[in-house]
């Protein structure tokens, strides 16, 4: 596979971008959408959003409430996230730490540089690279590329960040092409995309906007 040029690769995003338009989520309380995030690792937003309105139902969604919860409980309300007797403790824990370490607020960790931020983030249970981006692309606003499944499988389609790349390589790749304002909107057209042609484990090429610029569409 010949790999394209940057050129071709900023262009290819800007007719993602143009062709797959999606209007930016407002978040809810950071703390809300970090559990929220939580509970949509490895299902749909389908299933992520019940469980969500479950807990809702049983829980006031604060550090403190659920630092105080039993496991059994949660698992009862987050069953149809999926991997619940995972993320259930995961979830108690990290609202022990937030409650115990940074007085029930995630906003002295969000207010720190990016780095610094996602240090610590990452350092709780059960939350990664893309769920630490999450939290700081849509609830702190910083100019970050969170990388899901489909924006990962794109951006090595695409010829963007080589076939094996981690996480953090994906999306300074990604970066590096997308200019800081259009970053967040970029993260949501690119799902969209991945969601409706190119898809895993078969793209829709013949109908894709940018197949004759796409080096994987002929191999």
């Known amino acids: 596979m010949t790999l394209p040029?940057?050129?071709t690769q900023s262009q290819m995003l800007r007719i993602i971008g143009r062709r797959f338009p999606v209007e930016v989520w407002k978040p809810g309380f950071p703390f809300e959408t970090?559990?929220?995030?939580?509970?949509s690792q490895n299902t749909n937003d389908r299933n992520s959003n019940a469980a969500m309105r479950r807990l809702k139902k049983h829980y006031a969604i604060t550090p403190k409430e659920l630092s105080e919860a039993r496991v059994n409980d949660v698992v009862s309300c987050i069953r149809s996230a999926g991997l619940y007797r995972t993320k259930a403790p995961?979830?108690?824990?990290?609202?022990k730490i937030i409650e115990q370490q940074y007085g029930g607020r995630l906003a002295p960790i969000l207010k720190q540089p990016y780095g610094q931020a996602k240090e610590?983030?990452?350092?709780?249970?059960?939350?990664?690279?893309?769920?630490?981006?999450?939290?700081?692309?849509f609830v702190a606003k910083r100019p970050v590329i969170?990388?899901?499944?489909?924006?990962a499988r794109i951006s090595k389609r695409?010829?963007?960040?080589?076939?094996?790349?981690?996480?953090?390589?994906?999306?300074?790749?990604?970066?590096?092409?997308?200019?800081p304002r259009d970053r967040l909107q970029l993260h949501l057209?690119?799902?969209a995309?991945?969601?409706?042609?190119?898809?895993a484990p078969r793209p829709r090429c013949a109908i894709c906007p940018i197949n004759d610029l796409c080096p994987s569409s002929t191999v």
């Open 120 to 137: 610590k983030l990452t350092a709780l249970p059960g939350v990664g690279p893309k769920t630490a981006d999450i939290l700081l692309a």
């Open 5 to 7: 040029t940057q050129a």
């Open 90 to 95: 995961r979830i108690i824990a990290l609202s």
């Open 193 to 199: 995309f991945g969601r409706a042609i190119c898809k």
């Open 189 to 191: 057209s690119l799902i």
């Open 34 to 39: 970090l559990i929220h995030t939580i509970l």
């Open 146 to 151: 969170p990388v899901d499944t489909h924006v």
């Open 158 to 179: 695409l010829g963007i960040a080589p076939a094996n790349a981690d996480y953090e390589k994906t999306r300074s790749s990604l970066e590096s092409l997308i200019h």
